[in-house]
């Protein structure tokens, strides 16, 4: 089963805080997700492997550790996974970035596909999905099975926000991912959204309402 990872480091839990907020206008919001997606980014790859490396200082030579090597690929959930990926890139800036879009049926509630383009390489590639909010987590269950489809196999889900039912869903759907989340939150209301939640993640990161 994919392990669950809720940051409480009290410099995301702030700036979560900040960006759910009612009065936080689209710049302000943009910005803490980005800065949250780049420190969620530092604390999920604490387990990338390593391998020794011999160098020379000015000194001597030495023996030092560096990344083994699996590349990565970073994939926003169009609209608002949009909003991690630089966050994401600060940190690593040599990953390679796929798309996928989906919107929610605003009746069904249920993911309907528009987009996707993905690294050709994917198979090779330590996939990072990102998306501000895993609600039901059909979006999230939807991406990540066309991710599966075009090969991709070492694959790993980061939000800001989730549900229990959303982590649920998507644990069921695809036991092997882990998933990062920044804050859990406690339901779902009538029409799919999160409580507390921060509203439409989308809406807010691009001042569309
Ligand atoms: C939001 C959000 C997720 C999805 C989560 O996108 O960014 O992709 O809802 O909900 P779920 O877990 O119930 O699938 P939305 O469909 O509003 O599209 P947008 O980003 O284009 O606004
Ligand atoms: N999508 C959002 O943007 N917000 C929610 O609360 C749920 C789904």
Same mark, same amino acid.
Request: hydrophobic share 40%; charged share 30%; aromatic share 6%.
């Given at each position: ?123 090779? &590639? ?7 909010? @895993?609600?039901?987590? +059909?979006? *999230?269950? %939807?991406?990540?099975?066309?991710? !599966? ?36 939150? &406690? ?7 999160? @409580?507390?939640?921060? +509203?439409? *993640?989308? %809406?807010?990161?691009?001042?569309? !309402?």
């Amino acid at each position: 089963m994919g392990k669950i990872y809720v940051f409480d480091h009290p410099l995301i839990q702030h700036k979560v805080t900040l960006m759910r907020k009612v009065e936080t206008k689209a710049k302000d919001f943009r910005a803490l997700v980005r800065e949250i997606a780049s420190l969620m980014t530092y604390e999920a790859m604490r387990d990338l492997p390593m391998v020794d490396v011999e160098i020379e200082t000015p000194m001597e030579k030495t023996v030092q550790k560096k990344l083994e090597g699996a590349d990565m690929a970073v994939v926003p959930i169009l609209r608002a996974g949009l909003g991690m990926v630089e966050g994401v890139l600060d940190m690593v800036p040599q990953a390679k970035i796929g798309h996928i879009g989906l919107y929610r049926d605003p009746e069904t509630h249920k993911p309907v596909e528009y987009y996707c383009k993905l690294p050709v390489d994917l198979e090779k &590639r330590r996939i990072f999905v990102v998306d501000p909010m @895993l609600a039901t987590g +059909g979006s *999230a269950s %939807d991406a990540i099975t066309f991710i !599966k489809e075009r090969g991709g196999k070492n694959i790993k889900f980061m939000c800001l926000i989730a549900a229990p039912e959303g982590i649920e869903a998507l644990q069921a759907a695809h036991p092997d991912v882990d998933i990062y989340i920044a804050a859990k939150d &406690r339901q779902l209301n009538e029409n799919k959204y999160i @409580l507390p939640g921060l +509203g439409d *993640a989308g %809406d807010r990161l691009f001042g569309t !309402k």
